[in-house]
């Protein structure tokens, strides 16, 4: 898929991984649709325009049907379609299972992988009938393999997939794709807040002895999008982590 002048929906992109992403489809082109719960502020608006794009912010919460309804439709109106869709905006209550809350479970559940879902509900309909489009859904490594303290987490990122592989097949016949990314450990918001001596113990599970960076995650997204005979693929950027 040729990526200039096509439109890209990025969940969660005020931030982080997500802005990232956002960031390198501006630069390949499209116009960017930036999203979060909150307000989004006119620095990162004016930050991607800058690059010659068309951008608008779209706020709302994945995690309700109607919001995501109302997102893609508002997206739509504004921009003409929604070509390309990144269900990035996920949320953690980390916790040992011993100890975890029904909320705290069930909170990150309905954003990480009900969201998504709603998401790409939302976006399917339009894109089926243009027999075009691309869905891709960012996971993580702990939906493969497991995380000690993330069982609501990893349950989420591993539904993610199962998600990523049933819709391919469902939509495949009507040339719109759908595959995940899996991340490992990047350098993000997410991962700042841990010890020194957690990080320690992280990276000696890392083949390439670094964390990765949120640009490499977008670059590894944006190929997808551009991948026409790709669907239902999950490609992990994890430093050889889960190899």
């Known amino acids: 898929m040729e990526i200039k002048n096509k439109n890209v929906f990025v969940t969660g992109s005020t931030r982080g991984i997500g802005l990232a992403i956002a960031t390198k489809f501006a630069e390949l082109g499209a116009n960017i649709v930036i999203n979060g719960r909150g307000q989004v502020s006119e620095e990162i608006l004016t ?88 869905i891709i859904n960012i996971s993580s490594v702990s939906g493969l ?3 000690a303290g993330q069982a609501n987490y ?22 719109v794709r759908v595959n995940a990314v899996a991340p490992g450990f990047i350098d993000s918001d997410m991962t700042a807040v841990l010890s020194d001596k957690v990080k320690e113990a992280v990276l000696g599970q890392i083949p390439m002895k670094r964390f990765g960076k949120v640009e490499e995650v977008a670059e590894v997204v944006a190929y997808l999008a551009q991948q026409e005979y790709m669907t239902g693929q999950v490609l992990t950027i994890d430093g050889g982590m889960v190899m």
Do not use: C, W, Y
């Not at 379609?81 to 980390?94: F, H, K």
């Not at 029904?102 to 089926?128: I, R, Y």
């Not at 990893?154 to 040339?175: D, F, M, Q, Y």
């Open 47 to 134: 930050q991607l325009s800058d690059k010659g794009v068309k951008v608008i912010a779209i706020s709302g919460d994945i995690a309700k049907s109607e919001d995501a309804k109302r997102m893609i439709s508002e997206a739509t109106e504004q921009l003409g379609s929604v070509d390309i869709l990144v269900n990035n905006a996920g949320i953690t209550r980390d916790g040992l299972s011993l100890k975890m809350t029904e909320e705290d479970f069930e909170a990150v559940l309905h954003t990480n992988l009900t969201g998504s879902f709603n998401m790409t509900q939302a976006v399917l309909k339009p894109m089926t009938r243009a027999r075009a489009g691309a």
């Open 145 to 147: 393999i497991g995380n």
């Open 154 to 175: 990893a349950a989420s990122k591993a539904g993610l997939l199962g998600l990523t592989k049933s819709i391919a097949r469902e939509v495949a016949g009507r040339n």
